[in-house]
């Protein structure tokens, strides 16, 4: 019987039912996490290269091959740590309200200031809420697609031919 595997087992549960919310903010740490750690891994391939490049002149040789091959590793490094800030990035974007302009977290279905739905500005993203006054899309004007998220679809227009 071990009872503090079912205690953790427990508190895990709890931290399950909290919900999304904690979910997405402990992805974000990790990504962030990660971002921070492949970030030292580039400086350090900067050293590396710079005492590798110092070496080969310092020896009055060369040898452009070790040079790419550790030009190749850090390229294919900024390439992964773009990536995950662009997943950072993402896991950061808001959803704005329709009614108040207030700034949710995604995938929230109603504001936590005035509990309109949100269902249908997912997409729409902090920098855009503030960049705009309104997103367009819940503006009293039926059948338009919001200009910054396109999540609003032209309600059916049926095509008669
Ligand atoms: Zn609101």
């Known amino acids: 019987m071990n009872r503090f595997d079912e205690i953790i087992n427990k508190a895990k549960e709890i931290v399950d039912v909290a919900g999304n919310k904690t979910k997405e903010m402990a992805e974000l740490t990790k990504l962030r996490l990660q971002a921070s750690q492949l970030r030292s891994e580039i400086d350090k391939n900067y050293l590396k290269l710079g005492e590798l490049i110092y070496q080969l002149n310092k020896a009055g040789t060369q040898n452009q091959e070790l040079i790419d091959m550790s030009v190749a590793e850090i390229e294919s490094q900024l390439v992964a740590l773009s990536e995950l800030e662009d997943k950072v990035n993402e896991m950061k974007k808001v959803v704005k309200c329709p009614q ?55 309600s059916e227009e049926k095509t008669e031919e």
């Open 100 to 154: 108040c302009g207030a700034a949710n977290v995604i995938g929230s279905l109603y504001c936590s200031r005035c509990g309109a739905s949100l269902e249908n500005c997912e997409a729409c993203s902090e920098e855009e809420a503030n960049e705009q006054e309104d997103c367009g899309c819940h503006d009293g004007q039926d059948n338009q697609i919001c200009e910054s998220c396109q999540s609003q679809e032209v």
